[in-house]
């Protein structure tokens, strides 16, 4: 055996070798098993074999020990920047918090709150974060509420290098939005569009999806900010420019009572119901939360193929619930995963959704650990359209996630897929390959020093909240839209930490 240490983080190892552990992930004809003591063999970047230990020639064996080797996780709602809605967590109500742009913010004209610089290293910060929770695969999401208005090609150009230097497979596209809610001087919250701004935003969008057809790492994505910051006719244009260019869409929905509200006093519609009217509801469009949907509206995701992208640790943080998951799985509407938070772990996302799917039910029988499992692996590839990740076969690309089941505040163990979730979390991730290349190992990825990075990241999110009286109703200081959990106590430390 060699020791997994030796391979250079970030290559490919030479020639057909094989990864041994205690527990394997193997997807066959049929249907998904276990495989104890088993083998995953890969050659370039594909996997060419999965099960018991293999008899033919290898250039190196690597015994990852008591691990679990699986699929690594597909996350279709994969946090890109420094999670605002961290503070959020305690922080409300959303319009006197900064998270909807006061009439005066408007007037004084939005400005990008970071630099180019900062937004290209969020993004690399993220996507070192996804790996280092077994995440393999993303379609990336980040807040609009500290831009000048939507994204930009040149972010995402930035975006997609990162993707390819840290070794992420990406579902890409900058989001774009022909407006969004604004509190007025006494309180009112009101829509406001811009829709030659927004068509302008699904222009530059386009024109970055053609550039990346065809890449190996790096898929276009049509991206529209959240439905009630888009107009009819962005909707249709949007839609009709993913069929031209066969690429998916995601479009946040039925998520908000600000959005239902709007959408109510717009349309007269619930989100989906809106959209369904206009023909926009298909099998190319994700959908993350649900958790406000109506049973028509789920009726009619069904109908149309549209799939849910789910986010039970979000969701739950901010009080929301699907409801169900095994009402979705029913009604047969497929599931995939989001994690669309900090820490993008994708465990605890299945641990939480869960419980979240028990209590909805009232019913301990409601799911199993399987059942989570699958959806961030093989449904998030089924909602792509792509047979070949999210899962461990022979054929597939070799994007694989291995776990260390040997730590021990996961003891006494039991199966190892209920013993992970049971565990409720990422970090005893022990190694994420992606496309046969090693992108992370023991918490180090490939091309970024988390530890400077991470100091880096404090910095900049630091300097975001400095900045949040400007765009926060009536401008109150920094200390009364986030005050500390209890008083500070007088004294020279009694400046607000960033540790």
Known sequence: MNSFDTIKLGARPQGRWALAGRWIVADTPAGRHLVRDGEVVIEDDRV???????????SSRYDMGNA???????????LSDFDTTLL????WPSEEKGRVWPRTYVERGPYEMYSHEELAFQKRFAFAQLLQNGITSAAPIASLFYREWGETVAEFDAAAAAAQDLGLRVWLGPAYRSGGMVVESDGRMVAEFDETRGLQGLEAAIEFAGKWQGHDLISPLLAPDRVETCTTKLLQRTMQAAGDL????????????????????????TTP????????????LLAPHATIATDEDLRRYADRGVSVVHCPLVSARHGGMLRSFRKLRNMGIRIAMGTDTAPPDMVLNMAVGMMMCRMADGDITACKSGDFFDAATKGGAEALGRNDIGVLREGGKADIAVFDLSDTAMAPSIDPIQTLILGASGRVTRATIVDGRLAMRNG????LNMVSARKQAQDQ???LIAKYPERTAGHPPVSEIFPPTYPLMAGPRSARSSS
Not at 48 to 58: A, E, K, M, R, T
Not at 68 to 78: N, T
Not at 246 to 269: D, I
Not at 444 to 447: D, I, N, Q, S
């Open 88 to 91: 959020a967590f305690d922080n």
């Open 461 to 463: 999110f630091d300097g």
């Open 273 to 284: 119901q809106w959209l369904d009217g206009l023909g926009l509801l298909n099998d190319y």
């Open 68 to 78: 679990l080797i699986s699929p690594g996780f597909v996350d279709l709602d994969a």
């Open 48 to 58: 060419v074999h999965v099960g018991q230990p293999f008899n033919g020639d290898l």
């Open 246 to 269: 066969g690429c998916m869409v995601r479009l946040h929905m039925a998520q908000g009572m600000m959005e239902l509200n709007a959408s109510l006093a717009l349309h007269g519609k």
């Open 444 to 447: 180090e990825v490939a091309g």
